[in-house]
C-alpha cells in the first residue's frame, strides 16, 4: 500500500509562510512526478506546483515567484511546498499527490489533505 502524509498546513496572516511536507510510504518504485494540489471552498481542486524524477518543476501563474517545490535529495520520498508572502487567497486545503508505478501501472496516489489558512 503507499500512503502520502503531508503535515505544515495552520493559520497564518498575509505576507507571513509556511513550509508544506509529504512523506510517500509504502512499497514504491520510482516515483515519476510529485505534486501539490489545492482546493478552496466552492471551487474545483487545482495544480499549485509539479516536480518530476529528474528535477524540473512547475508552478501555477498565481504561485510563481511566491512558492517553490523540492524534494529531499537524501529522502527521494519526501518532497516540499515552501509557500512565502501568503494571500487570503491562497486559503485551501492542500493535497499533495504522487505518480508512481504499482505492477507496471501507473497510479496517481493522493495525502489527505492539510488546511492552510490566510487571515488579512
Known amino acids: 500500500q503507499v500512503q502520502l502524509v503531508e503535515s505544515g498546513g495552520g493559520l497564518v496572516q498575509a505576507g507571513g509562510s509556511l513550509r508544506l511536507s509529504c512523506v510517500v510510504s509504502g512499497t514504491i518504485f520510482g516515483i515519476r512526478t510529485m505534486g501539490w494540489y489545492r482546493q478552496a471552498p466552492g471551487k474545483q481542486r487545482e495544480l499549485v506546483a509539479g516536480?518530476?524524477?529528474?528535477?524540473?518543476?512547475?508552478y501555477a501563474d498565481s504561485v510563481k515567484g511566491r512558492f517553490t517545490i523540492s524534494r529531499d535529495n537524501a529522502k527521494n520520498t519526501v518532497f516540499y511546498l515552501q509557500m512565502n508572502n501568503l494571500e487570503p487567497d491562497d486559503t485551501a486545503v492542500y493535497y499533495c499527490?504522487?505518480?508512481?508505478?504499482?505492477?507496471?501501472?501507473?497510479?496517481?496516489?493522493w495525502g489527505q489533505g492539510t488546511q492552510v489558512t490566510v487571515s488579512s
Open positions: 516536480i518530476s524524477s529528474n528535477g524540473s518543476n512547475h
Open positions: 499527490t504522487a505518480r508512481l508505478p504499482n505492477k507496471g501501472v501507473f497510479y496517481n496516489y
